[in-house]
């Protein structure tokens, strides 16, 4: 059965320093692997996404995530963190591109930016 | 110009009642889904309709019951609501082609039951 684990349920970081959200999952078949962002009161949006090719997948608002496949992760980075930033991320796996498939949630990690 | 829309955002109402959201979307997707978020956050699929059709039911209490009218809406009852039944539902769609696999979600309805 498909699992993923998120190290960290909260993370802290100052403005403009790196930010690491940490991400390994369990699957029996290649994933497919997502990183969503969720802000207060809000529903889920789509930040990036592995399928197949490239390991070093570019998302939206300057992050960016690497699939390695011999550690069994998908850790989401920033370069340098916004106050916008603040919100709950979440790591999902899909062993499937199968219409219908579920998406498996990691419980989430809370990333807080300080000025 | 709302992707996936859900209605009503905020639903409160008393154990032993049964209501209704109503899920729609527009992106022209074939596939969508209800996830359950809990008071810790946590995300779990509850249903996948595909085309209209039941593609995954999970372990879901029979008091739970989606109807899909047709491939844009997907509605989800509920009956006889319990105390452990609040939580924030997200409505979600896809298509599964060769190139899109991820999937898109609605605002949430955060249910409250007393």
Redesign the interface.
């Known amino acids: 059965a498909q699992s993923v684990t998120q190290l960290g349920s909260h993370v802290s970081v100052s403005e403009g320093a790196l930010v690491l959200l940490r991400c390994n999952y369990s699957s029996s078949v290649p994933p497919?692997l997502?990183w969503?962002v969720?802000y207060p009161?809000?529903?889920?949006?789509?930040l990036l996404?592995y399928?197949t090719g490239a390991t070093l997948v570019k998302g939206i608002n300057g992050f960016e995530a690497e699939f390695k496949k011999s550690e069994t992760s998908f850790h989401l980075t920033k370069p340098s963190a916004h106050m916008s930033d603040a919100a709950?991320y979440?790591c999902a796996v899909?062993d499937s591109?199968?219409?219908?498939?579920?998406?498996?949630?990691g419980?989430?990690t809370t990333l807080s930016v300080s000025s | 110009d709302t992707a996936?829309s859900q209605t009503p955002k905020y639903l409160v109402t008393q154990m032993g009642n049964d209501k209704s959201i109503k899920c729609e979307q527009n992106l022209g997707h074939?596939?969508m889904?209800w996830?359950k978020q809990d008071s810790?956050?946590?995300?779990?699929?509850m249903f996948?309709?595909?085309?209209k059709e039941l593609?995954?039911n999970?372990t879901v209490p029979n008091r739970f019951s989606p109807k899909s009218p047709d491939k844009a809406h997907l509605n989800l009852h509920i009956n006889s609501l319990e105390l452990g039944d609040s939580a924030v539902y997200?409505c979600?769609s896809?298509q599964?082609?060769?190139y899109s696999?991820?999937?898109?979600?609605?605002?949430?309805t955060r249910l409250t039951v007393t």
């Open positions: 497919y997502f969503y969720q009161n809000q529903g889920l949006q789509l996404k399928t709950e979440f899909s591109p199968q219409a219908g498939t579920a998406l498996i949630f419980k989430g | 996936v074939d596939t889904y996830y810790k956050k946590f995300l779990k699929i996948s309709y595909n085309n593609i995954i999970e997200f979600a896809s599964a082609d060769r696999y991820e999937q898109y979600f609605g605002p949430g």
